[in-house]
C-alpha cells in the first residue's frame, strides 16, 4: 500500500528490507536499537524498559546522537528511523511523563499499546510523528484509527509476548476491507521470506520480534538467547496467568519457575502492572514467538536483519518478482 507522504518521507533511502524490529520488555535497549537502525531495519524499545525514569531522555539523546553520527559517515546507507513503545494501560504511571520525553525529543515513530488515547496521537501529530498502535482484532482496529493513529501493528496467532488468536490470514482481510493505511503484522516472522508473505497478505512491514532477543546486542540472559536458538514452535506456551493479557512464552522458563505449562491457571486481568521497578515475570518467565525455528544461532542484529534481506531477495526470485528499489527504504 502507498504509506502516507511523511512517513514515506521519513523512510525514503533508510529501510533494507522493510521491518519494524519489535519493543521487548526488559530485552531492547539502546545497543540494540542503534545496531537495527543502522543496518536498516526501524528499531524500536518500551519507554518503560529506561529505569528509572529520567533515564529515557538519556537513551533516546544517546540513540540520536548514534545515528546521526552513522549517516554523517555512511551517506549511501543512511540509518533507520526508532520508535518508543509507551503502554497506555491505566496501571502505567508515568506514561505522562514518557511521552513528555518523547514529545521533547522529537521521537519519530511511536508505537502505542493496550489502550489508545486521541490526546496522546495529538501530541507526537504537533512535531510530524508517526503512531502505530497494536492491535489482535478489527474491534480494536477500527477503535485505534478513530482515536487518531496514523497506522496499525496487526498482533496475529503466534507472535511473541502479548499476542491475539486470529490468524494473519483472517486479521489482515479484515482490516484491509476499510484501513489502507500502514499495517505491521506480527506473528511467527522470523526469516525475509515471511516479511515478503506478509505483503503478501496486504502490510506494508514485518514485525520482528522474537529472532532479535538471540541478538549479541540484546539485554537478554545468556540462557534465555540460547533457549530461543534451541526451541521449534511447539516450544511455545499461551496464557494470562503471566500478566494478565495473553501471551507467549517458552514452556523450558516456565517449568523452571515451578509451573506446569500444560496445567495453568487463568489469571485476573485486574492485576496488570506495568510501572514496577521490578519486572520479575519477563525476566524469569521468558516471552517468545512461534517463529523461532528459524533461528539457529546467536549472532549480532546487523548479522539477523543481513539474512532477512537475503531470505527477502530470494523469495522474490522465486516467484520471479523484480527486486524492489526500497523506495520506501
Known sequence: MPLPPNLARMLAGRLSIPVIGSPLFIISNPDLVIAQCTAGVVGSFPALNARPAPVLADWIQRIQDALATHDAHHPDRLSAPFAVNQIVHRSNTRLEADLEVCVRHQVPLVITSL?????????????????????????????????????LIAVAAGAGGHAGTLSPFALMQEIREWFDGPVALSGAIATGSAVLAAQAMGADFGYIGSAFIATAEANAAEGYKQAVVDGRADSIVYTNLITGVHGNYLRASLETAGLDPDNLPASDPSAMNFSSDKPKAWK?????????????????????????????????????????AMAMA
Open 284 to 324: 524469569d518467565i521468558w516471552g517468545s514467538g512461534q517463529g523461532i525455528g528459524a533461528v539457529d544461532a546467536v549472532v549480532p542484529a546487523a548479522a539477523l536483519v543481513a539474512r532477512l534481506v537475503r531470505e527477502y531477495a530470494a523469495a522474490r526470485d522465486r516467484l520471479g518478482l523484480s527486486q524492489p
Open 115 to 151: 489502550g489508545a488515547r486521541p490526546e496522546l496521537n495529538d501530541a507526537v501529530h504537533s512535531y510530524g510523528g508517526i503512531v502505530l498502535h497494536d492491535i489482535i482484532n478489527d474491534k480494536f482496529a477500527r477503535k485505534a484509527i478513530e482515536k487518531g493513529a496514523d497506522g
